[in-house]
């Protein structure tokens, strides 16, 4: 059989071949978690107790899943490391900024890790079989990621995400033999577990499984391989990591990480002014904004995601939207290429660190994320005409980022 993945994009690879079914029913492994029920208070349980798993008796169905099992294991031996980048700060020579380049993943961003992570979670889970429709509520990233692995195993991929996401987004999810589903309304999430439903699918549901689904005592997660990156540096063990929060997964590893292992370093939230998570960070009783209109695509919430987890975050860091695109536009420009939005936000949060640091003297290092290729923005945030339509003002910003950087992008 053609290994899957070899295949260029936009052609039909050949599927993993079912076995014969050895019951009535192959359809509809997901679980139909429903609001206001236990899910919301265990998701796996409520999962397990109205969808429980086909008996062991189905030979046919595991040796499918370990089949899809070693496809993914073989996909992520294929991939070598993301890149760990060193940004020079010729007004702050005492301090190392670093960018962790998850865009060079084979789906463009950092989200390609959580989707494996998901697929896999899911099918130790029992969750998915051979027919499975897969379902995901997604602002973009994650869905294409998603497209690309439901492909790989040759399942159907439906991605419900705001009518709002970027074009470039939506194209990128077609090309990877997914159906994007938009929808006007707030409750994306909703639209996905009712659509799933409907058709006898899975809803991946990546905020409630996102800060789970990954392994964060090892097994190649992000942190783990970027303090791998950092042995052989000046400062081996960072002063900080910055990171955003979409579902709250990343963080979640991350923080996880840093105690697992006994590591001083501190982890900070970098996050949209609009959203709740830092509402959240500071007083728990705030669970929910009305909206968060950020133009920053894959982070920020209206309500506290089930894997965001505060506790495990030292700090939080707002970031103006106008921030967040002028950052963005900086490192592009240092790069020579494209960066997304949320790039930005995390170097906005890394500006402020880095302010401090020189204010009190100190040296030191800072680790951050390069989410996805400022490719899939190129109608958005990288066209003038589209971000004074917004009543963006770059220049404080602009200001702000050259006092560090020695150049304002």
Known sequence: MADRASVPPGEVPEPISPPAPAGPNRRGY???NKPGTTAERNPMLTAAATNPAPAASEPCRRAWVAQAIARLEAESARSADTHLLRLELPKAPGVALYLKDESSHPTGSLKHRLARS???YALCN???????PIVESSSGSTAISEAYFARLLGLSFVAVMPRSTSPEKIAAIAFHGGRPHLVDHGDVSGEARRLAAEIGGHFMDQFTYAERATDWRGNNNIAETMFAQLTLEDRP???WVVC????GGTSATIG????????STSLCVADPESSVFHRHYAERSVKRVERCDSVIEGIGRTMVEPSFVPELVDRMIVAPDAASVAAARLVSDILGRPCGGSTGTNVWACLTLIEEMRAA????????????????????????AWIASRGLDLAPARARLA?????DG
């Open 30 to 32: 997901g679980p139909r």
């Open 118 to 120: 998901l697929f896999l």
């Open 126 to 132: 029992g969750w998915i079989g051979p027919d499975t």
């Open 237 to 239: 063990v960072p002063d």
């Open 244 to 247: 955003g929060a979409g579902t």
């Open 256 to 263: 996880r990480y840093l105690r697992y292992r006994k590591l």
């Open 361 to 384: 003297g100190r040296e030191g290092a800072i680790v951050t994320l390069l989410c996805d290729s400022g490719e899939r923005y190129r109608s958005t945030l990288f066209d003038d």
């Open 403 to 407: 006092a560090v950087f020695g150049r």
